[in-house]
C-alpha cells in the first residue's frame, strides 16, 4: 500500500471549468449543467506558441496550472502526464496527409504528435526541469498515472503533477475510438503526509476483481464513462465533498486500483 498526500486539483471538463468553480458541482451544492469548455488560452504560453500548438496541449496545460495556481511555487517538481490516445486531431491530420500523392506533412505536426509533447510544453512553459513521465493505459489511464505518479513521490521524496487528459476523436478515427467528451484532470500529491497543507491522504493499492465506483448524478455517471480521464471523478467528488471512503477505480482488466480517502 502505497500513502500519499493530494495538495491541489485542477479540473477541465463540459459543466466543470476548473476545480474552485467545480467543487459546489462536485458537492451536489449545484446543479450540474455539462456547458462547453470556454476557449483554452493557457496563460503560461505567449500568443505566438499558442498559435502552434494544440487543442490537447492548450487542455493539458491549462488544466496544469489549475493546480498549481493554488499552492505556492514548487521545487523539483516531477510529472506524469497520462493521456489514453494523445493527440488524434494531428494523428487524423498526419494520417490524411499520407494519403495525399505529395504527403504533405508538417514538421509543427510531427513534433506534435509524440505522446510527451504536452509534457515538453508544459515543462518549458514552466520552467521546471525534472523528470516527466508519459503514459497510456486504456480505460485504466488515470489508474496507471496515479500509481506511478504516487511510486515516484515516494521514491523520489520530491513532489509528483499528475496531468491525465483525453479528448474526442475526429471522424473517421471516432468510429474506433470512443471518446465522447472532453476531460483533464491533474493533481499535486507528495509523500508528506503529517503536514496540514492538504486536501487529502489517500491511500492506493491494487485489487482483483472489484466493481468499479460509480457516481450516482446520472449525467456525472454519463461523463464518468465518456472518457478514461473522467475516471476520476468518483475521487474528485470524495475530495470536494471531504468525505472519508473507498473508492474503486479501473486499472487492468483483472485489476482494479484501489484508492482509500484515510484523511481530509
Not at 496563460?43 to 496550472?65: C, D, F, G, W, Y
Not at 491525465?164 to 465522447?180: K, R
Request: glycine letters at 4%; proline letters at 8%; charged letters at 15%.
Amino acid at each position: 500500500m502505497i500513502r500519499v498526500a493530494i495538495h491541489a486539483v485542477g479540473l477541465m471538463a463540459p459543466g466543470l471549468p476548473g476545480w474552485r468553480e467545480s467543487v459546489a458541482v462536485l458537492q451536489g451544492m449545484t446543479p450540474y449543467r455539462q456547458e462547453p469548455l470556454p476557449p483554452l488560452k493557457p496563460a503560461m504560453l505567449k500568443p505566438n506558441e499558442r498559435r502552434r500548438t494544440t487543442n490537447t496541449i492548450k487542455l493539458a496545460l491549462e488544466v496544469s496550472a489549475d493546480a498549481l495556481d493554488q499552492v505556492p511555487m514548487q521545487d523539483e517538481l516531477l510529472s506524469v502526464f497520462a493521456s489514453t490516445h494523445g493527440d488524434l486531431d494531428i494523428i487524423n491530420q498526419i494520417c490524411t496527409a499520407l494519403t495525399q500523392d505529395e504527403r504533405p506533412v508538417s514538421p509543427t505536426q510531427f513534433h506534435n504528435s509524440v505522446h510527451n509533447a504536452p509534457a515538453g510544453y508544459w515543462s518549458i512553459a514552466a520552467g521546471y526541469q525534472q523528470t516527466s513521465t508519459s503514459l497510456a493505459g486504456s480505460d485504466g489511464t488515470f489508474s496507471a498515472g496515479l500509481l506511478d505518479a504516487a511510486t515516484q513521490t515516494v521514491i523520489e521524496n520530491k513532489p509528483v503533477l499528475l496531468v491525465a487528459y483525453d479528448l474526442p476523436a475526429p471522424a473517421p478515427l471516432n468510429e474506433v475510438i470512443t471518446i465522447d467528451s472532453t476531460f483533464a484532470v491533474s493533481l499535486l500529491i507528495s509523500n508528506q503526509v503529517e503536514g496540514k497543507d492538504n486536501l487529502g491522504i489517500i491511500d492506493i493499492e491494487t485489487q482483483p476483481d472489484l466493481l468499479e465506483s460509480k457516481m450516482q448524478h446520472a449525467q456525472m455517471e454519463a461523463q464518468r464513462l465518456a472518457s478514461p480521464a473522467a475516471r476520476s471523478l468518483p475521487l474528485l467528488e470524495a475530495l470536494a465533498a471531504r468525505n472519508k471512503t473507498i473508492l474503486n477505480l479501473p486499472y487492468l482488466p483483472d485489476l482494479n486500483l484501489k484508492v482509500g480517502l484515510a484523511q481530509c
